[in-house]
Each structure stands twice: as structure tokens, then as C-alpha cells.
């Protein structure tokens, strides 16, 4: 453990601490502690911090803790550092799913609207993997994000479409659909916890495999691993935390890019690193984007995905630049 | 160094004085003079990295050299606009690309762009000339053929065409020959001879192969770390001892039997 | 030959789109307009004032953006570029909102040039980036720009106040449901200089499709050709996003769908590139009011809908990028 480790650590723990006391109003220390206990005796300010800020707070760790792993995890296995599901179209994919589910007369109950996020995510995966195959003919990493991107803007206007067309729709998720986390509700927090918690724990004890993987499928088949059976094990890890992240806080595009990086400049490129890494810091910066946006008047309702949108483009096109730089 | 061919220059279509060209840093060209004559054949040989493609570049305008040089027909080369460069000096880079849609008529046209008018269509004489160019090179039956269709070695006669078309005064090839097989080799530089003997083209390109540069170059630059090491005739230059400097390869060096050029063989070391 | 299919289209769209929306009309209905009659008055009410601008709106907004997306590609030598994947538009929708939001009740002659200014800023930006680094990392980079780009006017649509707001917004979805005769003056009097101006950068353009290398030793790795090249891409998209909002994908398809037909050389593909965007365009509003009439889907939706398969299409089938 280094000290930019514990330094780092520390701060995710202590932001997601206090973070329920940010916003309007602020709250005190002793305010907090108080209205956060069960046996607070019930009041405005108990509401508000147990019905709204905790679980807010609670679901952003989440979500940013998935959004990052599984950025983390498609980089490793795709060996291509651009890559993110928001990027080649699977949050969109979820979304889409998600929307669909809304349109139809089935309840949006936490577990329907999982399982539509993710069979979202899971048809958006298989068609960009298929059909950068097809256009390419091989897994090029520039295709891979061409496609996604087509596929993306595709699943985005498609979602926009039914969503002009069904008025009702629109209403009920025109926030969750820019990524906010201003409209969380605590019935969400459990099914979302269970599943990204079982998620983060498959991708620790997959990592191994993963490690094997990257090392190419021939020398994982000497070692004794079948490499299909490994690539659809943490395939599916990864769909699990993004429809998980998606479907209670909506599409999120840049921070399973970034995340990734920054957790590898910090602790280097061991995977178990890299990977815990990710995990703490994807929830440290969605957490610090939302407190952010409850500390600025006026920007209650601004998506998370603004702040994290002019913070990772000019990362992405700093790594851009940097990979593809000119020869001459 | 050999300045014969300096001094008795009937007229010089390109010289370099004191070039220094540098690439990333590392010197790649030093202190380099040269002077080609007009209606010669020039080949440039040397080890890979020895400095000849970017000897062949900064003669022809696309690297600028650090110190020194380029004067086209005694005036600077980089006193010239695009367009008037591109008319007395064509060049035909190693790897040249081309949508595969492409028809080889067209591709043809475009090597008269530097003398078409901006507003106007292609006229008459432009099309007379991308006629005479398909009928010099045999292209006739396949002007329409869209690039993709065509060999490689057919590829590679319509680019040397769309070069011909600029009807330029130098003709600069890199590597011409280097992605065909054997009789497209040498087809292609019967081609290149007979358009040097036929409209008295300069031509200079870069080679790998030495016997081909034995038979059909009127004049050898040997180069080795950016410099000249050897400068004459083949007939003149064609020695084992220098081509084991340059190269660092044992060969034995004769004349051709029944053609008039050495020819040289390598001996395993 | 080939130019039969666009006689043979364009009447055909053009009949479509004056037919259908949320009153669909009879073939005779619209004969009925040669006719005086008191019949025909609301009908032709309809159609002069609503349908008829529209249609022009379409078609001269496809042509630009078709055009501009012939240019961009040859000049870039990168046959994906597209104003509005690359982010242009969405520049000049930056600046527009951000026009119309703080300063309200300007002459809309001159909100063409405030989308100039993003447009122009953005290309110029690109620009120096493309310089630096690979064709295809260019894309990339323009890709994440827009969505940045995007996220910033979304970030101005909610600070800004909530009355205005809602006329940015139905604009900013692209939409043409608001083009009325008005526009189409805009549009024709700015096109009447631009469209002959880049047709003739398309004429200037043909070497470009070679490699650099040979494209310079042709004399025609010309500044300030590219420059000029650039600066009325950036003028044609602007254009087109003040009229009808942030509208993707013509200036991808159309030349794509252009170079099906006719020779690569941007020369010979000016005129089918714009022909092309012109019936692209139309044919998506068209749909976008015919699909779910009387509701209207904004024309730059059913392009992104239509448009990204099939360029995906188009990737499999011609493998544009393999070379």
C-alpha cells in the first residue's frame, strides 16, 4: 500500500461519509449523525437524509464502483485501452432495453427493469462484437469503437424515438435517460446492491483467468483454461455491473473510461490492482461529481454525466492523441 | 568520389550542394553534393537505413534539407509553387494508393492535374495525352478497368503512367519493382529504359536488386551512413570489394555471358 | 444511365412527401391545386404554406450537408468523416443555443454566422488535432467531442430560462416541422454562393484521393485550398444546423451512397452527393411524419435510425476501411 493508495482510500471512504450532509440544506457533523440513526425521531431532515440522501449516496458508490470495474475488465479483455461500455454502445443498449420495458405493461419492478437493462446491454455486446467481426474481419480496436459508437448513436435516437412517440414514457424517465441520480428511490438500493456486490466479487475471482486470457487463447488452452468458457464468464460480469449501474442510474458514458486509466497510473498494471483500483475510484468520482451538483445552486438537476463528460473527453483525446500519434 | 560525370555535364537537370538532411534527430544525410545529367538513367543503391529513399525525397522537394540545396534546372527547388515543380518532376512513391474504384483512365488524368486550368473540365489535350500514355504502356484494352481488378504488376504500369502523364522532364521512382513478381520486374523497366531512350526522361530511382540496376542504369550511387561512396558507370563501379563495403556481402562479380553489363553473385559468407 | 435513377427518385419522393403528414392527400387533391376551385383553397393552404417550404427546407439542407460531407471526406482522405459525427454540428449548435439564449430576439439572419462561429472553431480545432495524430483517431476524437459538445448545450438548456427553452429545444431536436418560407430564402440565398463554391473546392479535390504522398508530388497539397476546403464545410454545416437543428449521418451516407453509382472522383461525385443528401432528407421527413402521423419524429432521428445500419451495412459489404 502506497500512500497515494491510503490517501485515496481514505478520501472515497470519507466523501461517501459525509457526502448525505452535502446539498440544500447542509447539514452539520452532529446533524448528520443524528437524523441518520434508526431511532431519529421522524422529522423533516431524517426524511430527507434517510429517504434521499443515503440511499443517493449509497447508489452512486455503487454505480460508479461498477461503471469503473467494468470499464476496467472490457479494457483487459479486449487489450484495447479505448475501449468502455459506454463507448461501444452497451450502456445505450441497457437503456434501450430499459425503455422498452417502460412501454410495456409490465410493472418497473427493480428486478424487471434489471433484467430488460440487461438483456439490453447483452444483445448490444453481442451486435457490436459480431459486426466489428464482419466489417473488419477481425477484432481491430479502432472498429470496435466505430461500430460501437454507430451502434450507440443508433440505440440513442431508436430510444429518443419511442419515447417521442410515447409521452407518458418520456415523463417517467426524461432524467434517468441523461444519467441523474436526483431521482433514486430506496426500493432500488437493495436488488442493486446484492447485484453489484456479487458482481465485483465474480470479477475478483475471475481475474485469474482473465490474467491467463491475455496471455492469448492458445497458451490459455496449454494452461488448461478453455478460453471461450472464460471470455463468456467475464463477459457476463461485465453486463451484470453495467445493466446493473445503468438500470438504476441511467447510461453513464465516460467513466468506465477513465476510471481504468487513472487506477493504472496510480497502482500500475497488475490486474488485482488495477481492478481494485477501479472499483474505489469509479465510486470516488461519481460520488464527488454528484456532491458536486448538489453543492451548486441552480444544477440540482444537471446529470452526473456533464461534469464527467468535460472531465474524460479531453482525457479520451489525450490518450487518443498519444496512441495515434503521427509517425513523421 | 567520382566527378567525371560533373565536368562534362552537357546539361544538368538536378543538382544537390552540401546537403544535410536530418530525420527524429539522427543525421541521416551529410554534407552530400550531387549532379544529374540530363537523359541519364540514375540508380541509387545502398543498405537498408543508408539514406537513399531520403537522398530520393529531399531531391525531389518532400523532405527539406537542414542545410544545403536542391536546384532544379539552376534555379531552387524550393522557389518553385506546387505546380510548377510538378510539372518538371514526377514521382512515384513505394507504396502509392488509390481507391480500388478507381479506373485506370482516370488515374491517368489525375497526373495531369498540375497543368489543367482550375475552372475547366479536362480538355482535348490533356485527353490526348492520357491516350498516347495508355497506348506507350499497353494499357489500352484496360483503360476502363477500375483498379481494383487489375494485377499487380498492371497496378503498377498505371501508376508509372499516371507519372507519365505529367509529361515532366525528371521521373523519380522509389522502389519501383518491389512488390512484383520476376517478369513484371523486369517488364517495368523495359518500360522505364524505353521511355528514357524514347523522350530523353531523366530517371532516378532507388533499387534493391543489383543486377537489375547493372543492366539498366546509365550511372550507380552507391551510399552508405548519408554519404556518396561510389559514383560511375556500371561497368565502373561494379567491383566485389565495393559491394562488400556497402553491403557487407562476400560476392563474385563477372560480366553478363551474353549481355553487355557485369552482373554480380553472392557467396555465402 | 445511372442518372435516370434520380429521375426516376425524385419525383417519386417529392410526390410522397407533399402527400403524406397529418392530412394525407389523394394524387387527385394535389392535381386539384392546378385547378382554381373553392375545393382546393385549404388544400393549397396546406401545401403552399407548410409542405411545399418544408420539402425545399429538406432538399436543400440534404444537398448542402451532402456536399459538405463529399468535401470533408476527400480532404481528410478518411472516407468516415461527417460533420456530424465529427462534432461540427454540434458546435454550431453549441453556439446557437448559447446565441439564443442570452441574447433573444435577434435578426435570424445572423444566426447562421453565430453556428459559423462554433462550427468554424470546432473544425479549426480538429484540424490541428488531425495534424498530430492518425485518420482514423480522428474519428475517435470527434466522436467523444460531440458528446461533450452535446452535453455542454445540455448544461445551457438548464441553466437557461425555462420560456425560451422551449423553443430551443423543439429547434435543437433537428427538426423541420417549424420550416416555413422564410427559411427556405435563408437557405436558398446563402446555398446560391456556397453550393457552386464547393462544387468547384469538389473539382480542385480529385488528386486527394491518392495517397499524400503522391497527392503532394502532383502539386495539389495546396494550404489554402484545404483551408478553404474547410472553412465551407464548416459554412454548409452551420447553415444547415440553424435551419433544422443538429442533423447527422447525410454527410456520411450521401457520398457513400454516391460512390455506389458513379466514380470515386470527388469531381463526378459533387452533383450525385448532393442529389443523393437532397432525397435522403427528403425521404426521412417524409417518414418521420408519415410513420406515427399525427405525430412527427424530428427528421435527424429517423436519420440516425435509418442511417447507422446502413453505413454498418456498408462496412460489411464494401469494407470501406480495408485497405
Given at each position: 500500500m502506497?500512500w497515494?493508495?491510503?490517501?485515496l482510500?481514505?478520501?472515497a471512504?470519507l466523501?461517501a461519509?459525509?457526502?448525505?450532509?452535502l446539498?440544500d440544506p447542509v447539514?452539520?457533523?452532529?446533524q448528520l449523525?443524528q437524523?441518520s440513526?434508526?431511532s431519529?425521531p421522524?422529522?423533516?431532515?431524517?426524511?430527507?437524509l434517510q429517504?434521499?440522501r443515503?440511499?443517493?449516496?449509497?447508489v452512486?458508490?455503487?454505480?460508479g464502483?461498477?461503471?469503473?470495474?467494468a470499464?476496467?475488465?472490457?479494457?483487459?479483455?479486449?487489450a484495447?485501452q479505448?475501449?468502455s461500455?459506454?463507448?461501444?454502445?452497451i450502456n445505450?443498449g441497457a437503456?434501450?432495453?430499459?425503455v422498452?420495458?417502460?412501454?410495456?405493461?409490465?410493472?418497473l419492478?427493480?428486478?424487471?427493469s434489471?433484467?430488460?437493462?440487461?438483456t439490453?446491454a447483452?444483445?448490444?455486446?453481442v451486435?457490436?462484437?459480431m459486426l466489428t467481426?464482419?466489417?473488419?474481419?477481425f477484432?481491430s480496436?479502432?472498429g470496435?469503437l466505430?461500430?460501437?459508437?454507430l451502434l450507440?448513436s443508433?440505440?440513442?435516437?431508436l430510444t429518443?424515438?419511442?419515447?417521442?412517440?410515447?409521452?407518458?414514457?418520456?415523463?417517467?424517465?426524461r432524467f434517468?435517460l441523461?444519467?441523474s441520480?436526483?431521482?433514486?428511490?430506496?426500493?432500488q438500493l437493495?436488488?442493486?446492491?446484492?447485484?453489484?456486490?456479487?458482481?465485483?466479487?465474480?470479477a475478483?475471482a475471475?481475474?485469474r483467468?482473465?490474467q491467463v486470457l491475455?496471455?492469448g487463447?492458445d497458451?490459455?488452452?496449454g494452461?488448461?483454461?478453455?478460453?471461450l468458457?472464460?471470455?463468456i464468464?467475464?463477459?457476463?460480469?461485465?453486463?451484470?455491473?453495467?445493466?446493473?449501474?445503468v438500470?438504476?442510474?441511467?447510461?453513464?458514458?465516460?467513466?468506465g473510461?477513465i476510471v481504468?486509466?487513472?487506477?493504472?497510473?496510480?497502482?500500475g498494471?497488475?490486474?488485482?490492482?488495477?481492478?481494485s483500483g477501479s472499483?474505489v475510484?469509479g465510486?470516488?468520482l461519481?460520488?464527488?461529481?454528484?456532491s458536486?451538483i448538489r453543492l451548486?445552486?441552480?444544477?440540482?438537476?444537471?446529470p452526473p454525466?456533464?461534469p464527467l463528460a468535460?472531465?474524460?473527453v479531453p482525457c479520451?483525446i489525450?490518450l487518443?492523441?498519444r496512441?495515434?500519434?503521427?509517425?513523421s | 568520389m567520382?566527378?567525371?560525370f560533373?565536368e562534362?555535364?552537357?546539361?544538368n537537370a538536378?543538382?544537390?550542394?552540401?546537403?544535410t538532411?536530418s530525420?527524429k534527430g539522427?543525421?541521416?544525410?551529410?554534407?552530400?553534393?550531387?549532379?544529374?545529367?540530363?537523359?541519364?538513367?540514375?540508380v541509387?543503391l545502398?543498405a537498408?537505413?543508408?539514406g537513399k529513399?531520403?537522398l530520393?525525397?529531399t531531391?525531389?522537394?518532400v523532405?527539406?534539407p537542414?542545410?544545403?540545396?536542391?536546384?532544379?534546372?539552376?534555379?531552387a527547388?524550393?522557389?518553385y509553387?506546387?505546380r510548377?515543380?510538378a510539372r518538371q518532376?514526377a514521382?512515384l512513391?513505394?507504396?502509392?494508393?488509390?481507391?480500388?474504384?478507381?479506373t485506370?483512365?482516370?488515374l491517368i488524368?489525375?497526373?495531369?492535374?498540375p497543368?489543367r486550368?482550375?475552372?475547366?473540365?479536362?480538355g482535348k489535350?490533356?485527353k490526348a495525352?492520357v491516350e498516347?500514355?495508355?497506348?506507350?504502356l499497353?494499357?489500352?484494352?484496360?483503360?476502363d478497368?477500375?483498379?481494383?481488378t487489375l494485377?499487380g504488376?498492371?497496378r503498377?504500369?498505371?501508376?508509372l503512367g499516371?507519372t507519365l502523364a505529367?509529361?515532366?522532364?525528371?521521373l523519380m521512382?522509389?522502389?519501383p519493382?518491389?512488390f512484383?513478381d520476376?517478369?513484371?520486374?523486369y517488364?517495368?523497366?523495359?518500360?522505364?529504359?524505353?521511355?528514357n531512350r524514347?523522350?530523353g526522361?531523366?530517371?532516378i530511382?532507388?533499387?534493391?536488386d543489383?543486377?537489375q540496376?547493372?543492366e539498366?542504369?546509365d550511372?550507380?550511387?552507391?551510399l552508405?551512413d548519408?554519404q556518396?561512396?561510389?559514383?560511375?558507370?556500371?561497368?565502373?563501379?561494379?567491383?566485389?570489394?565495393?559491394?562488400h563495403?556497402v553491403f557487407?556481402l562476400?560476392?563474385?562479380?563477372?560480366?553478363h555471358?551474353?549481355q553487355?553489363h557485369?552482373?554480380?553473385?553472392p557467396?555465402?559468407? | 444511365m445511372r442518372?435516370?435513377i434520380y429521375?426516376?427518385?425524385?419525383?417519386?419522393?417529392?410526390?410522397?412527401?407533399?402527400?403524406?403528414?397529418?392530412v394525407?392527400?389523394?394524387?387527385?387533391q394535389?392535381?386539384?391545386?392546378?385547378?382554381?376551385s373553392e375545393m382546393?383553397?385549404t388544400?393549397?393552404q396546406?401545401i403552399l404554406?407548410?409542405?411545399?417550404?418544408?420539402m425545399?427546407?429538406?432538399m436543400?439542407?440534404?444537398?448542402?450537408l451532402g456536399?459538405?460531407?463529399l468535401?470533408?471526406?476527400?480532404?481528410?482522405?478518411?472516407p468516415?468523416a461527417?460533420?456530424g459525427?465529427?462534432g461540427?454540428?454540434?458546435?454550431?449548435?453549441l453556439t446557437?443555443?448559447l446565441l439564443?439564449?442570452?441574447l433573444p430576439g435577434l435578426?435570424p439572419?445572423?444566426?447562421?454566422?453565430a453556428g459559423?462561429a462554433?462550427?468554424l472553431?470546432?473544425?479549426?480545432l480538429?484540424w490541428?488535432l488531425?495534424q498530430?495524430?492518425?485518420?482514423v483517431?480522428?474519428l475517435l476524437?470527434?466522436i467523444?467531442?460531440?458528446?461533450?459538445?452535446?452535453?455542454?448545450?445540455?448544461l445551457?438548456?438548464l441553466v437557461?430560462?425555462?420560456?425560451r427553452?422551449?423553443?430551443?429545444?423543439?429547434?435543437?431536436?433537428g427538426?423541420?416541422?417549424a420550416?416555413?418560407?422564410?427559411?427556405v430564402?435563408?437557405l436558398?440565398g446563402?446555398?446560391l454562393?456556397?453550393l457552386?463554391?464547393?462544387i468547384?473546392?469538389c473539382f480542385?479535390a480529385?488528386?486527394?484521393?491518392?495517397d499524400?504522398?503522391?497527392?503532394r508530388?502532383?502539386?495539389?497539397e495546396q494550404?489554402w485550398?484545404?483551408?478553404l476546403s474547410?472553412l465551407?464545410?464548416?459554412?454548409l454545416?452551420?447553415?444547415?444546423?440553424?435551419?433544422a437543428g443538429a442533423?447527422?449521418?447525410?454527410g456520411?451516407?450521401?457520398?457513400?451512397l454516391?460512390r455506389?453509382l458513379h466514380s470515386p472522383l470527388?469531381s463526378?461525385?459533387?452533383l450525385p452527393?448532393?442529389l443523393?443528401?437532397?432525397?435522403l432528407?427528403?425521404?426521412a421527413?417524409t417518414?418521420?411524419?408519415?410513420?406515427?402521423?399525427p405525430l412527427q419524429?424530428?427528421?435527424g432521428?429517423?436519420?440516425?435510425?435509418i442511417g447507422?445500419?446502413?453505413f454498418?451495412?456498408l462496412?460489411?459489404?464494401r469494407k470501406?476501411?480495408?485497405r
Amino acid at each position: 500500500m502506497t500512500w497515494t493508495n491510503r490517501l485515496l482510500c481514505m478520501a472515497a471512504c470519507l466523501l461517501a461519509l459525509l457526502s448525505p450532509a452535502l446539498g440544500d440544506p447542509v447539514f452539520s457533523l452532529l446533524q448528520l449523525w443524528q437524523f441518520s440513526l434508526p431511532s431519529a425521531p421522524p422529522s423533516l431532515e431524517a426524511l430527507i437524509l434517510q429517504e434521499l440522501r443515503w440511499p443517493r449516496t449509497l447508489v452512486a458508490v455503487l454505480g460508479g464502483a461498477a461503471l469503473g470495474c467494468a470499464g476496467c475488465l472490457l479494457q483487459r479483455l479486449t487489450a484495447n485501452q479505448l475501449a468502455s461500455p459506454g463507448l461501444i454502445g452497451i450502456n445505450q443498449g441497457a437503456a434501450l432495453g430499459l425503455v422498452l420495458l417502460i412501454m410495456s405493461p409490465l410493472p418497473l419492478s427493480p428486478l424487471l427493469s434489471f433484467s430488460a437493462a440487461f438483456t439490453g446491454a447483452l444483445l448490444a455486446m453481442v451486435l457490436v462484437f459480431m459486426l466489428t467481426r464482419l466489417s473488419f474481419g477481425f477484432l481491430s480496436p479502432e472498429g470496435l469503437l466505430l461500430c460501437g459508437a454507430l451502434l450507440g448513436s443508433l440505440y440513442g435516437a431508436l430510444t429518443l424515438a419511442l419515447l417521442l412517440i410515447n409521452q407518458h414514457a418520456l415523463e417517467q424517465i426524461r432524467f434517468w435517460l441523461a444519467g441523474s441520480l436526483s431521482y433514486v428511490e430506496p426500493s432500488q438500493l437493495g436488488p442493486m446492491a446484492i447485484l453489484v456486490i456479487s458482481g465485483l466479487l465474480f470479477a475478483f475471482a475471475l481475474q485469474r483467468r482473465l490474467q491467463v486470457l491475455e496471455l492469448g487463447s492458445d497458451a490459455a488452452h496449454g494452461l488448461g483454461i478453455n478460453p471461450l468458457h472464460a471470455l463468456i464468464q467475464i463477459m457476463l460480469v461485465i453486463l451484470v455491473l453495467t445493466a446493473a449501474a445503468v438500470a438504476v442510474i441511467g447510461p453513464i458514458l465516460f467513466l468506465g473510461l477513465i476510471v481504468p486509466h487513472l487506477s493504472r497510473s496510480l497502482w500500475g498494471d497488475q490486474l488485482w490492482r488495477q481492478l481494485s483500483g477501479s472499483a474505489v475510484l469509479g465510486a470516488l468520482l461519481l460520488l464527488a461529481a454528484d456532491s458536486f451538483i448538489r453543492l451548486t445552486p441552480q444544477a440540482d438537476q444537471l446529470p452526473p454525466s456533464v461534469p464527467l463528460a468535460v472531465l474524460g473527453v479531453p482525457c479520451f483525446i489525450w490518450l487518443i492523441m498519444r496512441r495515434y500519434a503521427r509517425e513523421s | 568520389m567520382n566527378t567525371r560525370f560533373q565536368e562534362h555535364s552537357p546539361l544538368n537537370a538536378l543538382s544537390a550542394q552540401n546537403l544535410t538532411v536530418s530525420y527524429k534527430g539522427t543525421t541521416v544525410l551529410d554534407q552530400l553534393s550531387l549532379t544529374l545529367n540530363a537523359g541519364e538513367i540514375c540508380v541509387l543503391l545502398g543498405a537498408n537505413g543508408c539514406g537513399k529513399s531520403t537522398l530520393l525525397k529531399t531531391l525531389a522537394g518532400v523532405l527539406t534539407p537542414k542545410s544545403g540545396s536542391v536546384l532544379l534546372q539552376n534555379q531552387a527547388l524550393d522557389q518553385y509553387s506546387a505546380r510548377q515543380r510538378a510539372r518538371q518532376l514526377a514521382f512515384l512513391p513505394q507504396n502509392p494508393a488509390a481507391p480500388d474504384s478507381l479506373t485506370v483512365r482516370e488515374l491517368i488524368l489525375l497526373g495531369r492535374y498540375p497543368f489543367r486550368h482550375p475552372l475547366l473540365p479536362a480538355g482535348k489535350q490533356d485527353k490526348a495525352i492520357v491516350e498516347e500514355v495508355l497506348a506507350q504502356l499497353e494499357l489500352g484494352s484496360m483503360a476502363d478497368k477500375p483498379l481494383g481488378t487489375l494485377s499487380g504488376g498492371q497496378r503498377q504500369r498505371a501508376w508509372l503512367g499516371m507519372t507519365l502523364a505529367q509529361q515532366s522532364e525528371i521521373l523519380m521512382l522509389d522502389e519501383p519493382t518491389s512488390f512484383l513478381d520476376l517478369a513484371h520486374q523486369y517488364d517495368l523497366m523495359q518500360l522505364i529504359r524505353q521511355q528514357n531512350r524514347q523522350q530523353g526522361k531523366t530517371v532516378i530511382m532507388v533499387l534493391h536488386d543489383l543486377n537489375q540496376a547493372f543492366e539498366f542504369a546509365d550511372r550507380l550511387i552507391f551510399l552508405r551512413d548519408g554519404q556518396i561512396i561510389a559514383d560511375g558507370s556500371p561497368q565502373q563501379t561494379a567491383s566485389s570489394p565495393l559491394i562488400h563495403t556497402v553491403f557487407g556481402l562476400q560476392t563474385l562479380v563477372m560480366q553478363h555471358p551474353e549481355q553487355n553489363h557485369p552482373v554480380c553473385l553472392p557467396l555465402s559468407r | 444511365m445511372r442518372w435516370l435513377i434520380y429521375l426516376a427518385l425524385l419525383p417519386l419522393a417529392l410526390l410522397g412527401c407533399l402527400q403524406s403528414g397529418s392530412v394525407t392527400l389523394s394524387a387527385e387533391q394535389l392535381l386539384l391545386l392546378f385547378q382554381p376551385s373553392e375545393m382546393a383553397t385549404t388544400t393549397s393552404q396546406l401545401i403552399l404554406q407548410l409542405r411545399l417550404p418544408r420539402m425545399l427546407c429538406a432538399m436543400l439542407i440534404g444537398a448542402a450537408l451532402g456536399l459538405a460531407g463529399l468535401l470533408l471526406q476527400s480532404r481528410s482522405g478518411n472516407p468516415m468523416a461527417d460533420p456530424g459525427m465529427l462534432g461540427i454540428n454540434q458546435g454550431a449548435a453549441l453556439t446557437v443555443v448559447l446565441l439564443l439564449i442570452s441574447l433573444p430576439g435577434l435578426d435570424p439572419v445572423l444566426i447562421p454566422l453565430a453556428g459559423l462561429a462554433g462550427a468554424l472553431s470546432i473544425t479549426g480545432l480538429l484540424w490541428w488535432l488531425s495534424q498530430r495524430c492518425q485518420p482514423v483517431a480522428l474519428l475517435l476524437i470527434g466522436i467523444a467531442l460531440s458528446s461533450l459538445l452535446a452535453a455542454l448545450t445540455g448544461l445551457l438548456l438548464l441553466v437557461g430560462e425555462q420560456q425560451r427553452i422551449t423553443t430551443v429545444l423543439t429547434w435543437l431536436s433537428g427538426s423541420l416541422a417549424a420550416a416555413d418560407w422564410n427559411d427556405v430564402w435563408l437557405l436558398s440565398g446563402y446555398l446560391l454562393f456556397l453550393l457552386p463554391a464547393g462544387i468547384w473546392l469538389c473539382f480542385r479535390a480529385d488528386p486527394c484521393l491518392l495517397d499524400p504522398l503522391s497527392r503532394r508530388m502532383l502539386g495539389a497539397e495546396q494550404t489554402w485550398l484545404n483551408s478553404l476546403s474547410l472553412l465551407l464545410v464548416a459554412t454548409l454545416s452551420a447553415l444547415a444546423v440553424t435551419v433544422a437543428g443538429a442533423i447527422g449521418f447525410i454527410g456520411l451516407l450521401a457520398p457513400h451512397l454516391a460512390r455506389l453509382l458513379h466514380s470515386p472522383l470527388p469531381s463526378r461525385l459533387a452533383l450525385p452527393s448532393m442529389l443523393s443528401g437532397a432525397l435522403l432528407c427528403l425521404l426521412a421527413d417524409t417518414l418521420g411524419r408519415a410513420l406515427f402521423a399525427p405525430l412527427q419524429l424530428p427528421v435527424g432521428l429517423v436519420l440516425a435510425i435509418i442511417g447507422a445500419p446502413m453505413f454498418l451495412l456498408l462496412l460489411i459489404t464494401r469494407k470501406t476501411l480495408k485497405r
